[in-house]
């Protein structure tokens, strides 16, 4: 089992940049990727951004393509999400969630995964 923690979120004005990020402990082999999913209020949660971790090949929801990068440091077992240009359409608790099945691209679409993080908010408002 592989255990996720996330951190970075704040109140940011419109326009401004935040880099959130989702540190990985545990079994983190047995998963093949990892990304990151938002849940704005009386919305459901929807994918934002996430890696394959084979070839590290990364995925984008539209509404975020330009603005938002996923990466990830092996080496720190952390995975980053730096949003720029942040809209207020983007404020949402955003969670870090892992899969371990392989889904390839459909990691950015499918919400039903296998390990969770506690969310970390993010508010963008002037």
């Known amino acids: 089992q592989v255990q996720l923690v996330e951190s970075g979120g704040g109140l940011v004005q419109p326009g401004g940049s935040l880099r959130l990020s989702c540190a990985m402990s545990g079994y983190t082999s047995d998963y093949y990727s990892i990304g990151w999913y938002r849940q704005a209020p009386g919305k459901e949660r929807e994918g934002v951004s996430c890696?394959?971790?084979?070839?590290?090949?990364?995925y984008y929801a539209d509404p975020v393509k330009g603005r938002f990068t996923i990466s990830r440091d092996n080496a720190k077992k952390t995975v980053y999400l730096q949003m720029n240009s942040l809209e207020p359409e983007d404020t949402g608790v955003y969670y870090c969630?892992?899969?371990?099945?392989?889904?390839?691209?459909?990691?950015?679409?499918?919400?039903?995964?296998?390990?969770w993080g506690q969310g970390t908010l993010v508010i963008v408002s002037a």
């Open positions: 969630g892992a899969s371990a099945r392989w889904i390839g691209s459909l990691c950015v679409s499918i919400t039903t995964l296998d390990a």
């Open positions: 890696i394959v971790f084979s070839d590290d090949s990364t």
